[in-house]
């Protein structure tokens, strides 16, 4: 999607692909309208991801349509289950707070120097392993076999042509490939008992699907749907944010001071970052800002009349691309075509007043699918960008850091990852007080 067409200064305009009409929706009153319109619903894709991308069984996929329809407000289905337990498990609260202090426990085993390696590829690793083991435990399929971490990477490439679903043990073969290592993997972490040491968040998981005779290796394949969530955005807003920081010396000094004046006894609290962090928080923001470009798309399931008369059709997609609400300047007060890291700052002890209507900042989504998972990315990805500025210095191994351009050829990812990598390599950073500066979650 281009984010300077001219037909995103249109409030909806429509597109046609093939024989079907996408709706593609670009001002912040409509969308706060139609995100919570009760015929234009997520519902549809939800059946067709677990099959396609989870490679759900025909029997369990029939299940979930017919409760599905014969429950609209979801309350009873395995997915509006699983639904409440993912936001209760993930808003803040003891099990939050769990898998923060899981998130800061394994990214400090994990952090070592490295004499060379590429950073995007290298945020991929640290991810899969930490959030892996922080929501699965210590017998997460990941950590016993490497070759997974690359089978989900696989896996994840070929997800547009999963969902397409045309031919695709020819056409999206290594993505079959890896989709079915993938929950073959996760079926016998189940089978042999691996969610009994897992989160509370997996336990119960696991705990309704058996009460509702889900099969382990059904199981295994919504484990899959699970991991795009939990694995996909997190890596390229990692190394963004270390990115537009290493790449200043200056950002990178002042964030550094910020984290030392924010330390009490050698301590930083995770959960007081926002406000003791001020800068590193904007610079987060920022980084949602430019770099995130979700669709939201929804199906129009009944056809829906707007005011002003414009019809949109049952069948038909909408989208509404958080990209262009993000660069169009007329939501922002402050220039939007450049990364500016104070942009999100907190002045005078009062949130400035960034952009002209909150809703135009979307990297998470909105309405009925409101990233359940937002909290815990928030916390991870501050979590670990800490213990890295902490304790690493990240040179690149030819001296320079050119602004790699964005990888837009992909479905599942919020935010785009670069499309080429950077050598770089992590050099331990023994200055006293903040090279062993610890973080923690706070009451
Ligand atoms: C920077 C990190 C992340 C970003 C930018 C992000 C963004 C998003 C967006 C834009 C959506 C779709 C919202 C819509 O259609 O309106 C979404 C949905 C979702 N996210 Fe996230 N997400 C992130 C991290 C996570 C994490 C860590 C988890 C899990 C622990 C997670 C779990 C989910 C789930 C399960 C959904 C589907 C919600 C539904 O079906 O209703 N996300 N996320």
């Given at each position: 999607?281009?984010?300077?067409?001219?037909?995103?200064?249109?409030?909806i305009f429509k597109?046609?692909?093939?024989?079907?009409a996408i709706y593609?929706v670009?001002?912040?009153?409509?969308?706060?309208?139609l995100?919570?319109h009760?015929k234009i619903?997520?519902?549809?894709?939800?059946?067709?991801?677990?099959?396609?991308?989870?490679?759900?069984?025909?029997?369990?996929?029939?299940?979930?349509?017919?409760?599905?329809?014969?429950?609209?407000?979801?309350?009873?289905?395995?997915?509006?289950?699983?639904?409440?337990?993912?936001?209760?498990?993930?808003?803040?609260?003891?099990?939050?707070?769990?898998?923060?202090?899981?998130?800061?426990?394994?990214?400090?085993?994990?952090?070592?120097?490295?004499?060379?390696?590429?950073?995007?590829?290298?945020?991929?690793?640290?991810?899969?392993?930490?959030?892996?083991?922080?929501?699965?435990?210590?017998?997460?399929?990941?950590?016993?076999?490497?070759?997974?971490?690359?089978?989900?990477?696989?896996?994840?490439?070929?997800?547009?042509?999963?969902?397409?679903?045309?031919?695709?043990?020819?056409?999206?073969?290594?993505?079959?490939?890896?989709?079915?290592?993938?929950?073959?993997?996760?079926?016998?972490?189940?089978?042999?008992?691996?969610?009994?040491?897992?989160?509370?968040?997996?336990?119960?998981?696991?705990?309704?699907?058996?009460?509702?005779?889900?099969?382990?290796?059904?199981?295994?394949?919504?484990?899959?749907?699970?991991?795009?969530?939990?694995?996909?955005?997190?890596?390229?807003?990692?190394?963004?944010?270390?990115?537009?920081?290493?790449?200043?010396?200056?950002?990178?000094?002042?964030?550094?001071?910020?984290?030392?004046?924010?330390?009490?006894?050698?301590?930083?609290?995770?959960?007081?970052?926002?406000?003791?962090?001020?800068?590193?928080?904007?610079?987060?923001?920022?980084?949602?800002?430019?770099?995130?470009?979700?669709?939201?798309?929804?199906?129009v399931v009944e056809d829906v009349i707007l005011d002003d008369g414009m019809l949109l059709k049952k069948g038909s997609?909408v989208?509404?691309?958080?990209?262009?609400?993000?660069?169009?300047?007329?939501?922002?007060?402050?220039?939007?075509?450049?990364?500016?890291?104070?942009?999100?700052?907190?002045?005078?002890?009062?949130?400035?007043?960034?952009?002209?209507?909150?809703?135009?900042?979307?990297?998470?989504?909105?309405?009925?699918?409101?990233?359940?998972?937002?909290?815990?990315?928030?916390?991870?990805?501050?979590?670990?960008?800490?213990?890295?500025?902490?304790?690493?210095?990240?040179?690149?191994?030819?001296?320079?850091?050119?602004?790699?351009?964005?990888?837009?050829?992909?479905?599942?990812?919020?935010?785009?990852?670069?499309?080429?990598?950077?050598?770089?390599?992590?050099?331990?950073?023994?200055?006293?007080?903040?090279?062993?500066?610890?973080?923690?979650?706070?009451?």
């Open positions: 999607m281009c984010r300077s067409s001219q037909y995103c200064r249109l409030p597109i046609r692909v093939l024989t079907k593609v670009t001002d912040v009153k409509l969308i706060r309208k995100q919570t009760p619903l997520f519902d549809p894709l939800y059946v067709l991801a677990a099959e396609r991308l989870g490679g759900t069984s025909e029997e369990r996929a029939r299940d979930m349509r017919r409760e599905q329809d014969a429950d609209r407000t979801k309350l009873k289905s395995t997915i509006g289950r699983t639904h409440m337990r993912l936001n209760h498990f993930l808003k803040p609260g003891p099990s939050l707070d769990a898998l923060l202090n899981g998130v800061i426990r394994n990214t400090v085993k994990e952090l070592k120097p490295v004499g060379s390696t590429k950073l995007f590829e290298w945020t991929q690793y640290i991810v899969t392993i930490v959030g892996s083991e922080t929501i699965y435990g210590p017998r997460n399929p990941f950590r016993d076999n490497p070759l997974l971490e690359q089978a989900f990477w696989d896996y994840e490439a070929s997800i547009p042509l999963l969902m397409l679903n045309a031919f695709p043990t020819f056409l999206a073969s290594k993505g079959v490939r890896a989709r079915n290592l993938l929950r073959q993997a996760f079926s016998e972490y189940f089978s042999e008992g691996g969610a009994s040491s897992a989160s509370d968040l997996i336990r119960a998981n696991h705990a309704a699907n058996r009460e509702h005779g889900v099969s382990n290796n059904d199981q295994g394949g919504f484990e899959l749907i699970t991991c795009i969530g939990l694995l996909v955005n997190t890596p390229p807003t990692l190394f963004w944010i270390l990115y537009h920081i290493y790449s200043n010396p200056e950002l990178l000094s002042e964030i550094r001071h910020e984290l030392l004046a924010a330390a009490e006894n050698g301590e930083v609290d995770l959960k007081q970052l926002p406000s003791r962090c001020a800068l590193l928080y904007s610079v987060f923001q920022e980084v949602l800002r430019c770099h995130a470009s979700s669709l939201s798309t929804r199906i997609a989208h509404m691309p958080s990209s262009v609400l993000h660069s169009k300047q007329s939501y922002w007060n402050a220039p939007v075509n450049s990364f500016d890291p104070f942009r999100f700052m907190a002045k005078d002890g009062l949130q400035q007043d960034v952009c002209t209507d909150s809703t135009a900042f979307r990297p998470f989504g909105g309405g009925a699918t409101l990233c359940p998972g937002r909290h815990f990315a928030r916390g991870e990805i501050l979590g670990m960008a800490v213990l890295i500025i902490a304790r690493f210095d990240i040179v690149p191994l030819d001296g320079q850091w050119p602004l790699p351009k964005e990888y837009e050829g992909t479905m599942t990812t919020t935010v785009l990852p670069p499309r080429d990598d950077i050598d770089v390599s992590f050099i331990r950073n023994r200055d006293p007080g903040l090279g062993d500066l610890q973080l923690v979650v706070g009451a």
